[in-house]
């Protein structure tokens, strides 16, 4: 009988808003993606037989739980895999931000939004953490975000920063570890966002009109600097979570 993949579960709250090119590093490694879109209902299931959470961005706010009330059985699952059953956890922008709420951590509205491609630099922990092993002290990323982590919570280090969004990565504990920033893009990426009105209007504040087309053409430029921190970022949150791929 062949083993079974291990699984990771992924909370998403936007089709488009998917682990993009993570999915590929997935696959190499034998593990198998396992979608659960909360925003169109999907039940949020049992944590017990799958090897990690991921959790991903999306347009809302962690404070929106009337308008999403979804949130609030999502921040306690988060709470649950980090807290009580230790998963590896791994989250992206929103994700990151639930992570931290989920700990006891705060997030507001950003003084000013970050959208476009802007750097990041590593703080004194993320030089000495695992997960940025191997990067540059200095990188540039995909930022499209009007919130942000404003306290960490307790037990949590700041492993990246930027001038305008003081926590840009974060880890809890020896398995949990989130960015406010995107390395996962694909080449279509930055049209199925644009398309989200919430992500359009962000967008046209931030970089006026047309900006979705010359981001998209800044994205294409810097993808495959982009996909090698992705892998080098993927391969040190794997072995520092210790998980073993199947390949």
């Given at each position: 009988?062949?083993?079974?993949?291990?699984?990771?579960?992924?909370?998403?709250?936007?089709?488009?808003e998917?682990?993009?090119?993570?999915?590929d590093?997935?696959?190499?490694?034998?593990?198998e993606?396992?979608?659960?879109?909360?925003?169109?209902?999907a039940?949020?299931?049992?944590?017990d037989?799958?090897?990690?959470?991921?959790?991903?961005?999306?347009?809302?706010?962690v404070?929106?739980?009337?308008?999403y009330?979804?949130?609030?059985?999502?921040?306690?699952?988060i709470?649950?895999?980090?807290?009580?059953q230790?998963l590896p956890?791994?989250?992206f922008?929103?994700?990151?931000?639930?992570?931290?709420?989920a700990?006891?951590?705060?997030?507001?509205l950003?003084?000013?939004?970050e959208?476009?491609?802007?750097p990041?630099?590593?703080?004194?922990?993320?030089?000495?953490?695992?997960?940025?092993t191997?990067?540059?002290?200095?990188?540039?990323?995909?930022?499209?975000?009007?919130?942000?982590?404003?306290q960490?919570?307790?037990?949590?280090?700041?492993l990246?920063?930027s001038?305008?969004?003081?926590v840009?990565?974060?880890?809890?504990?020896?398995?949990a570890?989130?960015?406010?920033?995107?390395?996962?893009?694909?080449?279509?990426?930055?049209?199925?966002?644009?398309?989200?009105?919430?992500?359009h209007?962000?967008l046209?504040?931030?970089?006026?009109?047309?900006g979705?087309?010359?981001?998209?053409?800044?994205?294409?430029?810097?993808a495959?600097?982009?996909?090698?921190?992705?892998r080098?970022?993927?391969?040190?949150w794997?072995?520092?979570?210790?998980?073993?791929?199947?390949?």
């Amino acid at each position: 009988m062949p083993l079974t993949a291990p699984r990771v579960l992924v909370f998403q709250h936007l089709a488009v808003e998917h682990p993009g090119v993570f999915r590929d590093f997935l696959a190499a490694d034998g593990f198998e993606y396992v979608p659960v879109e909360l925003d169109e209902g999907a039940p949020i299931p049992a944590l017990d037989g799958y090897a990690a959470l991921w959790v991903m961005g999306g347009p809302m706010d962690v404070w929106q739980v009337d308008a999403y009330p979804w949130l609030v059985p999502e921040m306690a699952a988060i709470r649950t895999a980090v807290i009580d059953q230790n998963l590896p956890f791994l989250g992206f922008c929103l994700g990151h931000q639930l992570l931290a709420a989920a700990l006891g951590g705060a997030v507001g509205l950003a003084r000013e939004p970050e959208v476009g491609i802007l750097p990041v630099r590593r703080t004194a922990a993320g030089d000495a953490s695992p997960y940025f092993t191997g990067t540059e002290a200095d990188f540039e990323v995909l930022q499209w975000h009007s919130a942000e982590v404003t306290q960490l919570p307790r037990g949590a280090a700041c492993l990246a920063s930027s001038p305008r969004c003081a926590v840009q990565a974060m880890s809890f504990g020896q398995r949990a570890f989130s960015m406010q920033f995107h390395v996962e893009i694909t080449p279509n990426t930055v049209s199925d966002w644009a398309a989200i009105p919430a992500y359009h209007l962000a967008l046209e504040h931030s970089l006026g009109v047309g900006g979705a087309g010359a981001l998209e053409r800044a994205s294409q430029t810097h993808a495959g600097r982009f996909n090698a921190l992705a892998r080098q970022i993927y391969e040190n949150w794997r072995s520092t979570c210790g998980l073993v791929p199947r390949r």
